[in-house]
């Protein structure tokens, strides 16, 4: 069949823009990730992501992936490491961190990685990640140099970077829990120089981390993100996951 990148992409320039629900196995048993990926689904969410930076083993991977595939939504890996693998996956962010200052995150994964997404059957989704500001766990694991907040101009050179080598999900995370998210103004920045390299429509600009409100989700939207993520509000405030999709997706596709 067409590939989950192709399909996500093809959603976006027709019906506009994407929630994806972030699970940490690690955090969220199958039982809880099954119900929030059902809920997920019914919110208008278009994919779920499974993983995590610390502490997250296969069988946990397993049996997550295996209860959010009941939602019926495609479930993809968001790997804190190349060991992050399930068969019961749709696909993984094949992701290269683009300010770590540690060849594993860069490269290294990917290659140790490679093999376990062909022997499980996982498409591949390139994926440039770059890491803002607070950075959370996945900022201090992946030994990032975070791009400070106020630097705009640098998360956009990251982005731009990154769909030149390939990325076809370009994301800027904030981290998870993050007492801010991404600055409007650095998604401004990335998708402007996304665009102004004929990108558009080819790579989706992804925008995750500490978004807990309407405001930040539409804040989002209108500097451009194609992809919003988020993780923790389902677990912690799922009366308003809906509510956020929607605002995030109000006024696509353009
Ligand atoms: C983290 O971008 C995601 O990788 C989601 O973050 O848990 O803060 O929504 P939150």
Do not use: C, W
């Not at 976006?12 to 929030?36: C, M, N, Q, V, Y």
């Not at 540690?102 to 996982?122: E, T």
């Not at 923790?232 to 308003?240: H, K, S």
């Amino acid at each position: 069949g067409r590939r989950l990148l192709e399909k996500l992409l093809e959603k976006r320039r027709s019906s506009g823009r994407l929630h994806f629900t972030l699970i940490d196995p690690d955090k969220t048993g199958p039982a809880e990730a099954g119900e929030i990926a059902a809920r997920a689904a019914e919110a208008g969410s278009d994919a779920v992501l499974v993983g995590g930076s610390i502490g997250v083993t296969f069988e946990e991977t397993d049996e997550v992936v295996k209860a959010a595939k009941t939602s019926g939504l495609p479930v993809i890996l968001f790997p804190g490491g190349h060991t992050n693998a399930s068969r019961h996956a749709d696909a993984v962010l094949f992701l290269t961190v683009l300010n770590s200052d540690n060849p594993y995150y860069i490269v290294q994964a990917q290659i140790l990685g490679a093999p376990l997404a062909l022997k499980l059957g996982l498409e591949a989704i390139p994926t440039s990640y770059i890491i803002v500001g607070y950075g959370g766990a996945a900022g201090f694991v992946a030994r990032a140099r975070p791009i400070p907040y106020e630097k705009p101009e640098l998360a956009a050179l990251h982005a731009l970077a990154g769909a030149m080598m390939g990325g076809r999900i370009v994301y800027l995370e904030a981290g998870s829990g993050a007492p801010k998210p991404v600055p409007p103004e650095a998604v401004a920045a990335s998708r402007k120089l996304i665009d102004a390299a004929g990108y558009r429509g080819e790579v989706l600009l992804t925008v995750g981390g500490g978004v807990r409100t309407p405001e930040a989700a539409r804040a989002a939207a209108e500097a451009g993100a194609d992809v919003l993520v988020t993780g923790t509000l389902a677990e912690e405030n799922p009366e308003r996951l809906a509510e956020i999709v929607k605002a995030f997706k109000s006024g696509s596709p353009t």
